[in-house]
């Protein structure tokens, strides 16, 4: 057993996995970042080019670390990233990107605030002492490693530390169905004005002739294509398979595969179906299925959709927010963009749903945050997990300080911490 003590260990290497360890770090703290895969970024590496969706409530960008990595990508020469407005209803304006540039930034973030990254690294369980966290038990390629730590951070998108901490959940909505998991992939060397000539953004005429002939599986009734960062490639978020329980690595691993087929599948029919894709061809096809949803955590507050509708603004709201509830195909093959607030309005998210009631050392941030199944439909962009990562550190940075139980923090210091890093739109400032 290898032995490393630190001050912060973050558990998964996504967004909101990155924002805690470069927050929590920045505070001077020794943060351990452990991410089971050879990548950070998590969605945002292995789902080629998907767009940072939610980055511009009203228009006006979130601000923190994720204005500091897009400002980073904006400079860069030539940019490697820009903002367009999103072909899809009830988005507005998102962060295209160069993904592996994007991943390289974020490298050079972590290294750059003394983040210490253990890749292929796995999370295995707590070490609980009374109500607190004295370690993390993990492993690599070595053998097994334990972190001693004095505070963890959940940000691995299932859940499983917080679980084994004693933290109740529940799984999927309020039957139990979990959002399905997506394969996606790019088409290159297409035609962008014809592919985009058709005023339907789902692509649904095309879709429907393929789903009759037998040539395309029934759950792809609406075509999600989408403009890649790179002039002719194109970004096909389609490919979602439906009942399959994020939880369990074998049902990941076969939806992966068939995963695989309909994607080639796919991309034969648009070379054959739809024009401007005559010359072009798969690339870049996921490693494996993106997992959109699986525990919600029990927080000291529980973020409602009756929430958002309200455009609530938390007093210890972390981010803004004005997603839609992008619910994928929970039940049956419906996917829905309902706008959650009024034309112009967001809400922000609270610090308390991402502390758990009774573990005093621990948070979780990204989309296994305390929230119901609508809440969570909006709630889980991309951007919004980096600032609940950045939300988490700080916060975390500030109990050890003061040596108090997380429940203890003083929620008013910490947006005024977020707030002097940049984070827009908290406590009575204005999103602009």
């Given amino acids: 057993m290898t032995e490393i003590e630190t001050d912060v260990v973050v558990v998964g290497g996504g967004t909101a996995g990155f924002g805690a360890a470069i927050a929590a770090a920045r505070q001077g703290l020794s943060v351990r970042l452990l991410e089971g895969t050879s990548k950070i970024g998590g969605v945002m590496a292995f789902c080629p080019g998907m767009p940072w969706g939610a980055a511009y409530p009203k228009g006006v960008i979130i601000g923190g670390i994720m ?18 407005p999103c072909a899809l209803e009830n988005f507005g304006p998102e962060i295209q990107y160069d993904h592996d540039i994007a991943t390289l930034t974020m490298f050079d973030m972590l290294e750059e ?34 972190f001693s730590c004095r505070f963890v951070i959940d940000c691995s998108g299932d859940a499983d530390i917080s679980a084994k901490a004693g ?89 992966t595969q068939e995963g695989r087929r309909r994607a080639h599948q ?32 029990e927080g000291v507050y529980r973020v409602t959709g009756a929430d958002l509708a309200a455009s609530t603004r938390f007093d210890d709201g972390i981010v803004c927010c004005d997603n839609p509830i992008d619910d994928v195909m929970r039940t049956s093959n419906a996917m ?38 609508t809440a969570f439909a909006s709630v889980r962009g991309m951007p919004q997990c980096m600032g609940m990562g950045q939300a988490a550190g700080t916060a975390a940075a500030l109990a050890i300080a003061s040596g108090t139980a997380i429940q203890n923090v003083d929620v008013k210091k910490v947006v005024a911490l977020l707030q002097a890093q940049g984070v827009r739109g908290l406590g009575q400032d204005a999103l602009a």
């Fill in 266 to 297: 796919l991309a034969t029919f648009l070379r054959n179906d739809v024009p401007g894709f005559e010359n072009a061809y798969l690339t870049t096809l996921g490693p494996t299925v993106g997992v959109r949803e699986t525990r919600k955590l």
């Fill in 113 to 146: 605030a003394g983040v210490d990254l253990h890749l292929n690294t796995f999370a295995l369980s707590p070490v609980m002492s009374g109500k607190r966290i004295a370690g993390i038990e993990a492993c690599d390629r070595r053998g097994p490693i334990r």
């Fill in 67 to 84: 204005e500091e990595l897009a400002d980073r990508l904006f400079a860069m020469s030539p940019p490697a990233a820009e903002m367009r």
């Fill in 336 to 373: 829905t963009h309902d706008a959650i607030v009024g034309q112009g309005g967001y809400y922000t998210i609270p610090l308390r749903s991402l502390m758990p009631r009774d573990v005093e050392n621990l948070m979780f941030a990204g989309r296994i945050i305390s929230a119901d199944a």
């Fill in 167 to 255: 933290v109740p959940y529940s799984l999927g909505d309020e039957t139990g169905a979990m959002m399905g998991v997506t394969l996606s992939f790019f088409m290159a060397n297409a035609d962008w004005d014809r592919v985009f000539a058709d005023p339907d953004p789902y692509f649904r005429e095309f879709a429907a002739k393929g789903i009759a002939e037998g040539r395309l599986h029934p759950d792809l009734a609406q075509l999600y294509l989408m403009r890649g960062f790179h002039a002719g490639t194109v970004f096909c978020n389609s490919v979602v398979i439906r009942g399959v329980d994020g939880t369990d690595p074998a049902a990941v691993s076969r939806a």
